[in-house]
């Protein structure tokens, strides 16, 4: 996830979204997919959790060298047995009130031609969404808790969290209905999943 900030309906009506003051949704008026199309195309990324919209920024790189890691290994894996998708950077819309940009998603090639619409966001949850953290309490909490619970709630079978400061990824995996923490691995840990067949990956690869 990359560093964000939650804005309302006043900050936005601002050409500049820069700077914002924290509402919860029971405050305001709750954001819809419809209101992102008013956004300006400036660079920022927006999503939209509950109802609050969420303006995310540029990156640190070493952020972007760990999405893209993620995306190559798992394209490569996807070409090589034909039987799903990696997308980076991908729209994810739950509902009106649920848009979210994971880092990347993963999904088979039945699901991704089910929930891809004409714009090419998908329209439900992919099989597994992945979250590279960016500093800060705010934008860790989102990740860990926030996204968690959303993914949990809407079905992705498997959340991967990033860490690439500690070098290590937490894996959640769908347990009697909801997302529990599997294992934490570590540098010199092989990352796999039941949900694609034979891969495997060194977590050193991840965040050379």
Known sequence: MTQAIAINHETVNNANVTEAAIASPADQLLWTSADLELMPDNG????????????????????????????YVLKAW???TGI????IGAGVIFGDNDEVIPDVIWMSR????ALID??????GAPDLAIEVLSTGTDNERR??????KLY?????????IADWRAKQIQVYR????????????FESDTLTSPLLPDFSCLISQIFE
């Not at 039945?110 to 031609?113: G, I, R, W």
């Not at 004409?118 to 329209?123: K, L, N, V």
Request: charged share 30%.
């Open 84 to 87: 799903g998708y990696a997308v």
């Open 118 to 123: 004409d714009t090419g966001h998908f329209r």
């Open 174 to 185: 769908r347990e009697n209905g909801v997302l529990k923490l599997a294992m934490t691995l």
């Open 78 to 80: 996807s070409i090589k």
């Open 152 to 160: 949990s709630s809407r079905g992705v079978l498997e959340y991967w």
């Open 143 to 148: 990740d860990r808790e926030v996204k968690l």
């Open 110 to 113: 039945e699901k991704y031609a």
């Open 44 to 71: 920022n990324r927006y999503e939209i959790i509950n109802g609050e919209l969420i303006v995310t920024r540029a990156p640190h790189n070493k952020h972007q060298d760990t999405c893209g890691n993620f995306h």
